[in-house]
């Protein structure tokens, strides 16, 4: 065997190997091959995307917490000013009626004074009267002036 002849037949077959295989095995691998770039393109795209929208989302969260921050801190300045009023109106409210109860107690102790002073002058009288005819008995005889004690019976 001469081995130029075994070397071209070894060359020709390596070429139409080659060629089978450029012609049906490497068209579908090379597709295999861009799906798959393909899909690891659209992946690590996606993944950026991903990336910044979480980004977004943390922003937009930030953002949201520090409104409901300033929401609730607006709420609790609202909440102690309506406290405040609140407590205020108590105390207004309280004053008025502390004023009304003391208003109605200088009234009742008017009363009663006026009611102790009436009682008073009628004790008073009573004992005047009572002393005037413990004095006026000593010094009337009755049978001198009999006419005007059966004057007062009568009128009595």
């Not at 001469?2 to 012609?23: C, D, E, H, P």
């Not at 979480?54 to 921050?69: F, P, V």
């Not at 207004?92 to 009742?108: C, F, P, T, W």
Request: proline share 1%; no cysteine; charged share 30%.
């Amino acid at each position: 065997m001469n081995i130029n002849a075994t070397l071209i037949g070894q060359s020709i077959a390596f070429f139409l190997f080659v060629w089978f295989v450029m012609k049906y095995v490497w068209p579908p691998l090379i597709a295999a091959l861009d799906e798959r770039k393909k899909t690891i393109a659209d992946g690590l795209a996606a993944a950026e995307r991903g990336q910044h929208e979480q980004e977004l989302a943390e922003k937009k969260a930030a953002e949201y917490l520090k409104d409901a921050k300033e929401q609730a801190t607006d709420v609790l300045a609202q909440a102690q000013k309506r406290a405040s009023e609140i407590i205020e109106e108590a105390k207004n409210g309280a004053k008025e009626e502390a004023d009304r109860i003391l208003v109605a107690a200088h009234a009742s102790i008017d009363q009663d004074i006026n009611r102790a002073k009436e009682q008073l002058r009628q004790q008073v009288a009573s004992i005047a009267v009572s002393g005037a005819e413990k004095v006026l008995k000593r010094e009337i005889d009755e049978k001198a002036h009999a006419d005007i004690v059966d004057d007062l019976i009568t009128q009595i």
